[in-house]
């Protein structure tokens, strides 16, 4: 798929990683669509963006929502042939902490955003791209997850937030081959430790820290680099039903 031909719509697309391959996919030429809870941010991204994006307020926990913002986005792009999703939560807390056991509702509502969000998402955009017009070798639409390095070394305090993107990970060679009828492709990027907003106001020692942790090169990866991994992703067609690792080499310790 050539990036000026993609009409693609991004959950948690105001900020972090989302709002990277916005930009980047626009860069490109292709004609964006950002989902997200916050309007003010939303707006403000597309808004800088320029014409060729446009915001929906989409919480991709409700179904009914994300049916709504995918179509309302395939209208306003003219198509809809990608989807990425990065809308996430941390979801951090020890299942037995010093203050007592995690409430079952703090891991619930990270699965629900996190995993649940991406299913809902991932769904939705299959229901629409299966009717695009084939292109070459029959393909309709990408569909990119985001998981995490936690899917495979969770650190203590991330039960929650492991399980949910262990899901994304598990889920994505399935719908891939499920979605092969359609022409639909289904991938996933699991990040490393990468500056976000979440990372912002972080002590400095502690940055350092961080940075220190990963081989090579030692520092956070920037969103850019993992915008750049979605467009490689959806310019090889013959990348399908795997999770790429975008870590700089590193392991997570135990704690």
Known sequence: MQLDQVRAAISGGASGLGLATAQYLAAHGA?????????EKGQAAASDIGQDAH?????????????????AARTAMGGLNVVVSCAGILGAGRVLGREG??????????????????????KAAAGLMQSNEA??????????NTASIAAYEGQIGQAAYSASKG????????MAREFARIGVRVMTIAPGVFHTPMVDGM???????LCAQVPYPSRLGQPAEYA?????????????????RVDGAIRLAPK
């Not at 056991?101 to 991932?122: D, H, K, Q, Y």
Request: aromatic share 8%; net charge negative; hydrophobic share 45%.
């Open 203 to 209: 002590p400095e020692a502690v940055y350092e820290s």
């Open 31 to 39: 004609r964006v669509a950002l989902l997200d809870v916050n309007d």
């Open 55 to 71: 915001y929906f307020r989409t919480d991709v926990t409700s179904e009914e929502g994300v049916v709504a913002a995918l179509a």
């Open 101 to 122: 056991a995690m409430p079952l509702e703090t891991f619930a509502r990270t699965v629900g955003v996190n995993l649940i969000g991406s299913f809902n998402v991932a």
């Open 135 to 144: 292109g070459e070798d029959g393909e309709r639409g990408v569909i990119v």
């Open 228 to 244: 750049a991994t979605v467009g490689f992703i959806l310019q090889n067609r013959y990348l399908n039903g795997e999770t790429i």
């Open 167 to 174: 899901g994304v990970v598990a889920m994505t060679l399935p």
